[in-house]
């Protein structure tokens, strides 16, 4: 089930979370399974593929570690607990063909002994203009079994003819000032902080978020299509 901003963004806000104008709405299972997806629209530019044949897993991950470390700081500020990441829970893959990308790493509280771990299941899809990111938050000892609902969401994400990874004009579009690495080991560091409290009150809040979001249910493919 989706919810639209702005009840969506009402939700992340009461568990912590600032968003943005690149947030546009989180999906909720319709089944008591405890996930939620967190969906972004960046408008940022055509994103260069070129650097995902040369990436290294174990370089990009002590990018991520030190990159969240680095912005601990401001989660204190905000009164977020500081986070660390541990390690990959899938390494990152690129589909070159499909112009889709699939990383997730595993994070918990810094120090904390319990074993219990949050995790993102970050799925991108590139366009023309930039690209969406779709990205399943859980418990870690949860993720094998909701990765079929992220496969699923994310194949449904088509874009429009002419709004197509593949209809870059090199002529007359923008292109990004970041390749695909970075949507790994840069722009995700402050997406990990901000979302990896979401896991901890992801049973408690689901319910409230379908609530919140009353009729206003709309399916993903459709959401797409208004901002592709």
Do not use: C
């Amino acid at each position: 089930m989706w919810v639209p901003t702005p009840a969506a963004a009402q939700l992340m806000r009461s568990m912590g979370n600032r968003t943005d104008d690149t947030f546009i709405g989180a999906i909720f299972p319709a089944d008591d399974a405890d996930w939620m997806a967190v969906v972004k629209f960046v408008k940022e530019g055509y994103i260069k593929d070129d650097d995902a044949k040369d990436w290294n897993a174990d370089d990009l991950l002590k990018s991520l570690r030190e990159g969240t470390e680095a912005a601990n700081e401001e989660r204190a500020k905000r009164g977020i607990p500081s986070i660390e990441v541990t390690g990959w829970a899938q390494k990152p893959q690129y589909d070159a063909s499909s112009h889709r990308l699939v990383w997730s790493a595993l994070s918990k509280r810094k120090g904390a002994t319990d074993g219990n771990q949050g995790v993102n299941y970050n799925t991108y899809a590139l366009g023309r203009e930039g690209y969406l990111s779709l990205n399943l938050i859980t418990n870690a000892k949860d993720l094998d079994k909701y990765k079929p609902d992220a496969s699923k969401l994310l194949g449904a994400i088509q874009y429009d003819d002419g709004k197509k990874y593949a209809d870059f004009n090199s002529s007359t579009d923008k292109v990004a000032a970041y390749g695909l690495a970075a949507l790994v080991a840069g722009a995700a560091v402050k997406k990990l902080g901000l979302f990896a409290i979401i896991a901890a009150f992801l049973a408690k809040f689901a319910k409230l978020a379908v609530v919140a979001g009353g009729a206003a249910l709309w399916g993903i493919a459709k959401l797409f299509k208004r901002n592709s």
